[in-house]
């Protein structure tokens, strides 16, 4: 129990940090108004598998390699901000692009899979959260974790992760926002656009 209580601070700064905006939110609140509340909840699932995999791998040292072997930080950078300029130009491009949504949204298998790896993939654009999950794990938690601790931590972080986007989906998916998105799609669209584009240019700014 006592170790339990020790990781209520740690999990108040990974809530703190999930409910931050970020390419994350824009892509599952998009989602979950542009194609179905169904689609926004796999996606917030991807979400939550992109984060349990960082803080995985913050336990396990990828942050001593991240810090120590500049060139691989270098790499992920690069990749994460391609990724995210990508998604940029594909939003700005669809911005006119005509949507039909239904009374009663329905996703095919094929597109909520399609949901779950848009935000695996988007969630694990940005390498600076492991480093952000490495810091915090290194200030918060006593040293020499057990495995089954790990374990705990883990599975908790994804739960907090899958469970806010998850909020953001439902809420986003409800009938006011998806008739807003509908009359004003293309200013949300390239606005979200440029919001990502931002974002992969900050990125790619802290390449060194």
């Known amino acids: ?23 994350s939110f824009v892509l599952v609140a998009r989602t979950a108004i542009a194609v179905s ?17 960082f803080a995985a791998g913050a336990l396990l040292g990828l942050h001593a390699v991240l810090t120590n072997v500049p060139s691989v930080y270098a790499g992920f ?41 848009l935000g695996l993939a988007t969630q694990l654009s940005n390498p600076k959260t492991a480093v952000v999950y490495a810091s915090i794990f290194a200030a ?18 994804f739960a907090i992760e899958t469970g806010w986007y998850a909020l953001v989906a439902i809420a986003f998916s409800a009938e006011g926002p998806r008739n807003g998105y509908l009359r004003s799609k293309r200013w949300i669209d390239r606005a979200a656009g440029a919001v990502m584009g931002l974002l992969g240019l900050k990125l790619a700014s802290e390449i060194r």
Do not use: C, H, N
Request: proline content about 6%; charged content about 15%; aromatic content about 8%.
């Open 1 to 23: 129990m006592e170790e339990l209580m020790l990781l209520v601070p740690l999990f108040g700064a990974v809530l703190i940090g999930a409910i931050s905006p970020g390419p």
């Open 37 to 53: 509340r169904l689609d926004g909840v796999a996606a917030a699932l991807g979400m939550g598998l992109g984060a349990s995999t």
């Open 77 to 117: 950078k690069i990749i994460g901000a391609l990724y995210l300029l990508y998604l940029a130009v594909r939003l700005w491009r669809g911005a006119t692009d005509t949507v039909k949504i239904a009374d009663t949204p329905r996703s095919p298998q094929s597109a909520t899979r399609k949901s779950f790896f």
């Open 140 to 157: 918060m938690l006593p040293s020499g974790q057990t495995w089954s601790s790990a374990f705990v931590i883990v599975s908790l972080i």
